[in-house]
Antibody, heavy 122, light 106 residues
Framework: EVQLVESGGGLVQPGGSLRLSCAAS????????IHWVRQVQGKGLVWISR????????TYADSVKGRFTISRDNAKNTVFLQMNSLRAEDTAVYYC???????????????WGQGTMVTVSS | EVVLTQSPGTLSLSPGERATLSCRAS???????LAWYQQKPGQAPRLLIS???SRATGIPDRFSGSGSGTDFTLTISRLEPEDFAVYYC????????FGHGTKVEI
């Protein structure tokens, strides 16, 4: 089955760290840009980060810049989101999503994982 | 910084009616890189429209997108029961961001 599967969510204290994983099955992840999008319960979608095909280009939303790092291991068909200095306002469901298959990021998100919940609380 | 404003916030309609959702950008969306997504409770979003007007694979033709520049519209010609959901517009490409969503409710 062609899908993305997130893992690594959970409960963490403020100031702590978590690493989320996004694993692809049924297709070759290295052929696609991958994005992370989060959603606070009952609220809207918020784009937070993306990585290009080979991991040489990454961008972040201002709200996570300097605290979150996106990376990829194409040999393992997996993208990661390292989240440091977590705050209560980072509590959300985190989705990874498949983007462009071109060198340039010029396509929307056509496949999404089921999401993983991150709760930042003492 | 570009802002996407969706209106209305909530649209109350009945099955069979036409739904018209708006997405307005504070600056022109380059190359019409504007997408629409549908999200149902407890589910991940699903891509409906890309390039402002191209239906994604498997999307019924009652969904249509239009617009360019700063003003975009998603139209659902005749609402089916499964269409009651939240709809988001997204600028993709250079600086990805989402609108705040429109809830289509019965």
């Amino acid at each position: 089955e062609v899908q993305l599967v997130e893992s690594g969510g959970g409960l963490v204290q403020p100031g702590g760290s978590l690493r989320l994983s996004c694993a692809a099955s049924g297709f070759t992840l290295s052929n696609f840009w991958i994005h992370w999008v989060r959603q606070v319960q009952g609220k809207g979608l918020v784009w937070i980060s993306r990585i290009n095909l080979v991991g040489s280009y990454t961008t972040y939303a201002d709200s996570v810049k300097g605290r979150f790092t996106i990376s990829r291991d194409n040999a393992k068909n997996t993208v990661f989101l390292q989240m440091n200095s977590l705050r209560a306002e980072d509590t959300a469901v985190y989705y990874c999503a498949r983007g462009s298959y071109n060198w340039n990021d010029e396509f929307p998100l056509d496949m999404w994982g089921q999401g993983t919940m991150v709760t930042v609380s003492s | 910084e570009v802002v996407l404003t969706q209106s209305p916030g909530t649209l109350s309609l009945s099955p069979g009616e036409r739904a018209t959702l708006s997405c307005r950008a504070s600056q022109s969306v380059g190359s019409n890189y504007l997408a629409w997504y549908q999200q149902k409770p407890g589910q991940a979003p699903r891509l409906l429209i890309s390039g402002a007007s191209s239906r994604a694979t498997g999307i019924p033709d009652r969904f249509s997108g239009s617009g360019s520049g700063t003003d975009f519209t998603l139209t659902i010609s005749r609402l089916e029961p499964e269409d009651f959901a939240v709809y988001y517009c997204q600028q993709y490409g250079g600086s990805p961001l989402f609108g705040h969503g429109t809830k289509v409710e019965i």
